[in-house]
């Protein structure tokens, strides 16, 4: 698998040293479990599906690992899928389990290098994302980066006991060719 260099993070395949860590994040309520639709019941499901994503391009488990370059540390991981199985884009999405690392700029450098490298290594014209409608740091990572939201899908997602609106963004290839995403 490819391994994608930015300015501050490194986006590289998860190593087997980092599924218990990533496993967690899956399994802390204030990380993921509000807002993400992939979930397994049990750590070697995990590690299955994980082993297992870049041979399927439907698998929502993680494809990268985010990494800080200055530190090597793991500060989240991306991901990206075929969202539908009859209109043609792909969905990126992505989770910064380090409390710390958010609000730096880190998720927004790595979702810009996942949609540059869907862009220049397939054939796909729109890749899109979700995010519940109470994720605003979701949303705004997409808006910075040029991704327009498209509208809201009512009671869509279900977590917490009820359900949840959803926002829909999208970027066309040329969208993403005409505007500096690097901001």
């Known amino acids: ?42 750590f070697e499901e995990f ?19 985010v990494e800080r370059r200055d530190t090597g540390k793991l500060v989240g991981v991306v991901g990206s899928y075929r969202a539908h199985p009859v209109l043609e884009y792909t969905d990126v999405w992505y989770v910064l389990g380090d409390r710390e690392a958010r609000g730096h700029g880190f998720g927004s450098e790595a979702v ?41 899908l009512r009671s869509a997602l279900f977590h917490h006991g009820r359900w949840h609106d959803v926002r829909v963004y999208g970027v066309t290839r040329a969208e993403w060719a005409a505007k500096d995403p690097r901001g």
């Open 47 to 65: 590690s299955r599906a994980v082993a297992s994503a870049a041979d399927d391009p439907n698998s929502l488990a993680p494809r990268f690992a």
């Open 112 to 152: 810009r290098l996942l949609t540059d490298d869907l862009f220049a290594r397939s054939p796909v014209e729109r890749v899109g994302a979700t995010c519940d409608v109470e994720n605003v740091a979701s949303y705004r990572l997409l808006e910075g980066l040029g991704f327009r939201h498209e509208g809201t």
């Open 1 to 42: 698998m490819t391994v994608l260099e930015g300015s501050r993070v490194r986006l590289r395949p998860l190593a087997p040293a980092d599924f218990p860590g990533v496993f967690d994040w899956y399994n802390d309520p204030e990380i993921v479990a509000p807002f993400d639709r992939f979930s397994t019941d049990t």
